[in-house]
């Protein structure tokens, strides 16, 4: 039995699995603080800053796999393809026709930061993907971050390129913005890659010195995976949002990243759950490209199964979700059972598995009308974070506790701190509520 929307109905959950969301609201903020901008990172000594490398043991990964022949999606500000790390690594002319519009000027060097921290070469001392191997193929949307009004105008939103990408033959769709409300035709659109197949991974967000369930979209809709981030000590960074739509952890805080379109310098402590979420798509990369015949389920078992948590995996955490990425036990082991390719370990809390989607599903989401509020991009912060109490320092292990530091600096970029859209058929479904 499938409901009109072409999901399971609700009651086959437990009744306090899943709440309605708020219809149609968007708020249009950079999800993170940027306090002045302070190049200070050059590219001589950007990869000694990227202090995640050594522990996730990225030089053993890559004798067993660079993420060769996985295709990412980076849905961002643009990415610029002539960086020392990105050249030959972007899919300029793969990005489709209709959503290619300066998919390769970047308006804010964030985009280029994410594409970097996935498949960068690390060329003349830039950063280091994590999935050197892989390509990148660049999306430029309509984030607030873009104040031209010309521009605006010309610029394909997120709901456009995730339909457009999810008819590529990319498996991964990283995508590190965010909302604070969902729309009808956003989530039509991540219907629609889910049904295709696609692995997308999204920011939580970055407001976790703000009270409650703190994810944003699209990372709070299901068949995405939200990612949270981490310190150096592996403890969740103050700044990262909580809730029930947290997946997994990644590093996020710490180290270099672009901060403008000149692209004259790195700037030092990049700051935010956006280049987790940058980190966990080269991880799946890197698993993918292991193992090429598996699913998005098995894929994602993988990062679940391997991620490294102190609590049970029955009760994810709210804070790190599964725990924090480990793709070196995958890769490490030969012997590593993915499961089953048609069952999705988050089907419970997606209301049915990602390749199960109703042919009617897809068809309605492929025919919706794309909405045209903007989304914010999770931009990394320069404030330097300090680490949350209650963490372990042993490599791969977080800690479920936290406090909110509630003198963090909030700088608040856009048009203005909300922007209110009401759309008469947004009624997105939420991710199950934890407590860990």
């Known amino acids: 039995m499938k409901s009109s929307t072409g999901r399971r109905p609700h009651h086959a959950l437990p009744r306090t699995s899943r709440r309605v969301g708020a219809a149609g609201a968007v708020l249009g903020v950079l999800a993170a603080v940027t306090v002045g901008f302070a190049p200070g990172a050059s590219a001589s000594d950007a990869q000694s800053k990227q202090w995640y490398l050594g522990p996730m043991?990225?030089?053993?990964?890559?004798?067993?796999?660079?993420?060769?022949?996985?295709?990412?999606?980076?849905?961002?500000?643009?990415?610029?393809?002539?960086?020392?790390?990105?050249?030959?690594?972007?899919?300029?002319?793969?990005?489709?026709?209709?959503?290619?519009?300066?998919?390769?000027?970047?308006?804010?060097?964030?985009?280029?930061?994410?594409?970097?921290?996935?498949?960068?070469?690390?060329?003349?001392?830039?950063?280091?993907?994590?999935?050197?191997?892989?390509?990148?193929?660049?999306?430029?949307?309509?984030?607030?971050?873009?104040?031209?009004?010309?521009?605006?105008?010309?610029?394909?939103?997120?709901?456009?390129?995730?339909?457009?990408?999810?008819?590529?033959?990319?498996?991964?769709?990283?995508?590190?913005?965010?909302?604070?409300?969902?729309?009808?035709?956003?989530?039509?659109?991540?219907?629609?890659?889910?049904?295709?197949?696609?692995?997308?991974?999204?920011?939580?967000?970055?407001?976790?010195?703000?009270?409650?369930?703190?994810?944003?979209?699209?990372?709070?809709?299901?068949?995405?995976?939200?990612?949270?981030?981490?310190?150096?000590?592996?403890?969740?960074?103050?700044?990262?949002?909580?809730?029930?739509?947290?997946?997994?952890?990644?590093?996020?805080?710490?180290?270099?990243?672009?901060?403008?379109?000149?692209?004259?310098?790195?700037?030092?402590?990049?700051?935010?759950?956006?280049?987790?979420?940058?980190?966990?798509?080269?991880?799946?990369?890197?698993?993918?490209s292991a193992h090429p015949d598996w699913s998005v389920n098995q894929v994602t078992r993988a990062l679940i199964d391997t991620a490294g948590r102190t609590w049970s995996k029955s009760n994810p955490s709210k804070y790190l979700g599964y725990g924090t990425i480990r793709p070196r036990l995958v890769l490490a082991d030969s012997h590593y059972d993915a499961g089953a390719a048609n069952v999705d370990p988050l089907g419970v809390e997606n209301i049915g598995d990602l390749l199960a989607k109703s042919a009617g599903s897809a068809a309605s989401a492929k025919g919706a009308t794309p909405a045209t509020p903007s989304s914010s991009a999770s931009t990394p912060s320069q404030s330097a974070q300090k680490a949350s109490t209650g963490g372990t320092a042993a490599a791969g292990s977080s800690a479920e506790t936290r406090k909110d530091d509630s003198g963090t600096l909030w700088i608040v970029l856009g048009a203005a701190a909300a922007v209110i859209v009401v759309c008469g058929a947004g009624f997105a479904v939420m991710r199950a509520r934890r407590t860990g």
């Open 57 to 288: 043991q990225v030089e053993q990964m890559w004798k067993v796999s660079t993420g060769k022949g996985v295709k990412v999606a980076v849905l961002d500000t643009g990415v610029n393809a002539d960086t020392p790390s990105l050249k030959g690594q972007v899919l300029t002319g793969e990005t489709p026709a209709s959503v290619a519009y300066h998919a390769t000027r970047d308006y804010m060097g964030h985009g280029t930061t994410m594409a970097e921290l996935i498949a960068g070469t690390g060329a003349d001392g830039g950063l280091k993907g994590i999935a050197p191997g892989a390509k990148i193929v660049p999306y430029r949307i309509l984030l607030d971050s873009l104040t031209d009004s010309a521009e605006r105008k010309k610029t394909p939103s997120a709901e456009e390129a995730i339909r457009a990408a999810a008819d590529t033959d990319v498996k991964i769709i990283s995508m590190s913005f965010g909302a604070v409300a969902p729309t009808a035709d956003e989530e039509a659109a991540i219907d629609y890659a889910a049904s295709k197949g696609k692995l997308l991974i999204a920011s939580a967000g970055n407001k976790g010195t703000s009270p409650g369930d703190t994810i944003g979209y699209p990372a709070r809709y299901p068949y995405v995976v939200g990612v949270a981030a981490v310190d150096q000590a592996s403890t969740v960074s103050k700044f990262s949002s909580s809730g029930g739509a947290v997946d997994l952890a990644a590093p996020g805080q710490g180290f270099p990243g672009w901060c403008d379109d000149t692209f004259r310098a790195y700037c030092d402590n990049r700051n935010g759950t956006s280049p987790a979420a940058a980190i966990t798509s080269g991880s799946a990369a890197l698993i993918w």
